[in-house]
């Protein structure tokens, strides 16, 4: 079982910056993508950004160039640096995590954390 933390949402102006961080821990084999899923009111739940363990990043199309996903495979750890915030990133921004045991591979979300971009 993995369980997951997150921490670093909040309320920022339109054009600031905020950093989420996801701990994973429990009994941890191979994490092998983690990433960011982000769902706003009324909407479905987006995918943001994700990072393989060999640091390979992706990002949804209205977030590049904005958005950094990066990872600390010792700390178990990832981030999202968020820069250049707009209205519409506001939502609930949710840790996922795919690990492996070695037979197979498991799904695992963190709680959400709330991220608020006024204009």
């Known amino acids: 079982q993995v369980q997951l933390v997150e921490s670093g949402g909040g309320f920022v102006q339109a054009g600031g910056s905020l950093r989420l961080s996801c701990a994973a821990s429990?009994?941890?084999?191979?994490?092998?993508?983690m990433g960011w899923y982000r769902q706003a009111p009324g909407d479905e739940r987006e995918l943001v950004a994700t990072i393989t363990n060999g640091g390979t990043a992706t990002y949804v199309d209205s977030v590049k160039g904005r958005f950094t996903v990066s990872r600390d495979n010792a700390k178990d750890t990832v981030y999202l640096q968020m820069n250049s915030l707009k209205p519409e990133d506001t939502a609930v921004y949710y840790c996922?995590?795919?690990?492996?045991?070695?037979?197979?591979?498991?799904?695992?979300w963190g709680q959400g954390t709330q991220v608020t971009v006024s204009s």
């Open positions: 429990g009994r941890i084999f191979s994490i092998n993508l």
């Open positions: 996922h995590v795919l690990h492996s045991d070695g037979d197979s591979e498991y799904s695992y």
